[in-house]
């Protein structure tokens, strides 16, 4: 089992930053791979990134390639989304969310999620 719990939320204006953090409990072996997922007001559920716990292997999402940075530490069971730029589309509620396996950028894949933590950005 894992348990998944989001911080770091908040509002900020255009261009400035927010960090999110990702509290995980239960399971952290070597496969399990760590995803950050956002939903805006009606739209559906989008993947931004994932992690692999041991191997650090990223990806993201094209729109924010260069601007959001995964990273984790396995010392604190925590993984970290630095949102940088920051535009008013990246307004959301994000998850974080886990799967056993390589990364995957489909939603679908992932068996543990967070309630979420609601990022707005302003003009």
């Known amino acids: 089992h894992v348990q998944l719990a989001e911080s770091g939320g908040g509002s900020v204006q255009a261009g400035g930053s927010l960090r999110l953090s990702c509290a995980v409990s239960g399971q952290t072996v070597s496969t399990l791979t760590l995803g950050w997922f956002r939903q805006a007001p009606g739209k559906e559920r989008e993947f931004v990134g994932a992690?692999?716990?041991?191997?650090?292997?990223?990806y993201y999402k094209d729109s924010v390639k260069g601007r959001f940075t995964i990273s984790r530490n396995s010392a604190k069971n925590t993984v970290n989304l630095q949102m940088n730029s920051l535009k008013p589309e990246d307004t959301a509620v994000y998850y974080c969310a886990a799967k056993s396996g390589s990364n995957s950028s489909a939603t679908s894949t992932y068996q543990y999620w967070g309630q979420g933590t609601r990022v707005t950005v302003s003009s």
């Open positions: 992690i692999s716990w041991i191997g650090s292997t990223t």
